[in-house]
Nanobody
Framework: QVQLVESGGGLVQAGGSLRLSCAAS????????MGWFRQAPGKEREFVAA????????YYADSVKGRFSISRDNAKNTVYLQMNSLKRDDTAVYYC?????????????????WGQGTQVTVSS
């Protein structure tokens, strides 16, 4: 089992920045690829970013490419999502997820473990 706890969400003005954190426990962190997903009201959960076990490779949804950055600190069992130039359309609950693969994946179904989510609200 893997436990994931997100933090760092909140209310921010459009154009601002936030950094989300996700602390993992219960399994060797370096055995897991990590991802961030988000779900806006009335919409399906969608892929945001993913990172490989080592942190050498990262993948992004087109909607966040160039604005968001995913990273991980394997010594701290933590994955981060730095979000810059935030837009109102980024408003959603953001979820951290873990997959038992080497590389990150955009496919929601391949993630076995999920956090409880953290709310990000971007105001105009």
């Amino acid at each position: 089992q893997v436990q994931l706890v997100e933090s760092g969400g909140g209310l921010v003005q459009a154009g601002g920045s936030l950094r989300l954190s996700c602390a993992a426990s219960g399994r060797t962190f370096t055995s897991l690829a990590m991802g961030w997903f988000r779900q806006a009201p009335g919409k399906e959960r969608e892929f945001v970013a993913a990172i490989s076990r080592s942190g050498a490779s990262a993948y992004y949804a087109d909607s966040v490419k160039g604005r968001f950055s995913i990273s991980r600190d394997n010594a701290k069992n933590t994955v981060y999502l730095q979000m810059n130039s935030l837009k109102r359309d980024d408003t959603a609950v953001y979820y951290c997820a873990a997959a038992p693969y080497n590389s990150g994946t955009a496919r929601l179904s391949e993630y076995d473990y999920w956090g409880q989510g953290t709310q990000v609200t971007v105001s105009s």
